[in-house]
């Protein structure tokens, strides 16, 4: 029942703030003196609405998002009465155009600060000192933990000693503890946890020296190294190849979550929402090679949790989080997901906000090339001419969103283990 009260919880707070991005765009407008006929949540067919001045206010069946609807956005909208030419949008100075169509992203920006503040007051925001990758985890003093036991073969996913090929973990034989840092390994003295799982795996079987502290005192035993089947570091799903091991982990004392005073968390929230920022554009950037592997999800293979996901999937594991008791996930996602949404909606390609955005100063800069050079204006882009590009963008943004959406109901990315 938790999984989907939240995942009910979540597609309304994504409904909620699509719908802000709309009134966003309302708002700016009509403070500019646009006329705005329409404000709408959801599509399709209208459940209910009302008029308040001259814009009529509704509700309609499919909760997928919402629209206001500004007269005369572009010169060639043919909808626009002879009274209200004036108050045509495209009539506008530019600057005010950009101020409207970029209302919706700052609409998004803005939800992504507040819900970040309450995540850093309320129940923390991901530690930023506390590394990330492997590469920052390897360079960390070498605390370890210890296991009960150990894997030889690698595709066994069950650990209990005599099942699978499991045998008792070395490390905890010879005595050492979680929590122990290693110093030295035979006569290798030991920086770093990368370190120490390099001179393990290149170590021969058999009885080998470790030196330790513990609690600031120095100790050392042996440690019987035995063999397993194990994949390179740097690649989890590479080859297989016979290595030393002793049944550790390594310990992070850092942690994962940090909550923040009132004055505080403006400034932590803040550089999380700029850590998000950066990894949209990478993010962005890996999406065309990630489409195979989404397809792959589709036909059998394992979902690759760096994969895109739609608002279903986003649903999901919102849902996942309330279920298992983490809202502080919930709000991670909701927030790194509006400020995607924000970026994406000002990349310069129509139908989105930044096409727009884009051509108004296009024809700007051209008009002023133009009259510093004493030729006549061009006057405004010809959106029909544009029509071929837009209809590629919603075909492919179309079936990208399609495909997304199925991955997520049949092979769906999960955060806990079932």
């Known amino acids: ?48 609405s009302f ?9 309609k069946a499919i909760p997928l998002g919402g629209f206001c609807k500004i007269v005369g956005m572009t010169p060639q909208d043919d909808d626009v009465a002879e009274e209200d ?16 169509m970029s209302a919706g992203s700052a609409t998004h920006f803005a939800l992504a600060i507040v819900a970040a503040w309450c995540a850093a007051v309320f129940v923390g925001l991901p530690n930023p000192d506390r590394p990330t990758t492997i ?21 066994k996913q069950e650990c209990k000693v005599g099942v699978n090929g499991a045998v008792a973990a070395p490390s905890a034989a010879a ?12 006569t290798t003295p030991i920086t770093s946890y990368g370190q120490l799982t390099d001179v393990i795996r290149a170590a021969k079987a058999g009885p080998t020296t ?6 600031g005192v120095a100790g050392k035993t042996t440690v019987t190294l035995i063999e397993a089947q194990r994949p390179p570091l740097d690649d989890p799903k590479g080859p297989v190849a016979k290595v030393s091991v002793v049944g550790i982990a390594q310990k992070i004392d850092m942690p994962g979550m940090v909550t923040y005073g009132p004055v505080d968390g403006i400034g932590a929230s803040l550089r999380y929402d700029w850590s998000l920022v950066e990894g949209s554009f990478v993010a962005m950037k890996r999406i065309p090679e990630k489409i195979p592997a989404l397809w792959r999800s589709i036909t059998g293979d394992e979902r690759d949790p760096n994969t895109p996901i739609s608002v279903i999937g986003a649903s999901r594991l919102g849902g996942e989080a309330i279920e298992r008791g983490v809202p502080e996930l919930f709000l991670m996602i909701f927030i ?53 590009l837009t209809y590629v963008v919603i075909l492919v943004g179309g079936a990208f969103t399609l495909l997304t959406a199925t991955a997520d109901v049949i092979n769906p990315i999960t955060i806990f283990s079932k």
């Open 51 to 59: 008029h308040r001045g001259e814009t009529e206010y509704g509700l």
């Open 210 to 215: 470790f030196e330790y502290t513990r609690d």
């Open 85 to 100: 030419q004036p108050r045509a949008m495209w009539r506008y100075p530019v600057w005010k155009r950009t101020v409207v």
């Open 336 to 388: 790194s997901l509006n400020v995607f949404i924000g970026i994406f909606n000002l990349l310069p390609l129509l139908p989105l906000d930044g096409g727009h955005i884009a051509i108004a100063w296009y024809e700007r800069v051209r008009s002023w090339l133009y009259a510093k050079l004493d030729r006549p204006d061009p006057g405004r882009v010809d959106y029909f001419k544009l029509m071929p």
């Open 1 to 48: 029942m938790l999984y989907w009260l939240g995942t009910a919880a979540f597609a309304l707070a994504i409904l909620i703030s699509v719908s802000l991005h709309e009134l966003g765009h309302m708002i700016t407008a009509k403070r500019f003196g646009m006329k705005v006929t329409k404000y709408f949540v959801g599509f399709g067919p209208t459940i209910f």
């Open 175 to 186: 005595g050492l503890r979680t929590g122990d840092v290693i110093t030295k390994v035979d």
């Open 135 to 155: 590469a920052q985890e390897r360079v960390l003093p070498a605390q370890i933990n210890v296991a009960d036991c150990v894997q030889i073969v690698i595709d």
